[in-house]
């Protein structure tokens, strides 16, 4: 049987949409939550998939050394990146696509997430499911096409849906 947690970290960050073509084109932020959801179908001794404590480490670790109150921006977007390096000291994070809440969500989900669970292969948790919240009112998630448990799932594969684009 599957069963699943989520831990939830809030982050702050800059972004800009390239050619938006709207206000979403300017460099802006927001107070940023992610909401990591794993899985896995065995608990260990104690009852748990993975301590919670863990998975904040692992995550929120990540999100504080590469995300938090940096810059995230399209890789391709040469005129905010060369524009952000001006700044002394300057933090950014290049995206390989827009970093709008669905890229984000799948890029934490495909990219990141193997690489910060790889530390936990005794527990065989893996993520299934990542939602960026980007203002409280919307939100974008991306999700493993099959559940743990059903045929080998790539984890290049991921689904984004949107909801309340405002
Ligand atoms: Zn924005």
């Known amino acids: 049987m599957a069963m699943t947690i989520m831990k939830r970290v809030k982050f702050s960050a800059g972004h800009r949409l390239y050619k938006h073509g709207g206000k979403c084109e300017f460099f802006h932020g927001h107070n940023y939550i992610a909401e990591f959801f794993v899985t896995a179908s065995e608990v260990d001794e104690v009852g748990r998939l993975i301590d919670f404590a863990e998975l904040k480490r692992a995550f929120k670790g990540w999100i504080d050394e590469h995300w938090d109150h940096g810059f995230l921006l399209a890789a391709d977007d040469s005129n905010a990146i060369n524009a952000i390096k001006q700044v002394v000291p300057c933090k950014y994070y290049e995206l390989p696509y827009n970093p709008t809440a669905e890229n984000m969500a799948r890029y934490l989900l495909n990219d990141?997430?193997?690489?910060?669970?790889?530390?936990?292969?005794?527990?065989?948790v893996r993520a299934t499911k990542v939602l960026i919240w980007e203002t409280e009112d919307s939100c974008a998630e991306a999700s493993l096409d099959q559940k743990v448990g059903e045929e080998e799932v790539p984890w290049q594969v991921a689904q984004v849906e949107h909801w309340q684009r405002q």
Do not use: A, N
Request: proline share 8%; with cysteine.
């Open 112 to 124: 990141v997430c193997p690489k910060v669970l790889e530390q936990f292969s005794d527990y065989q």
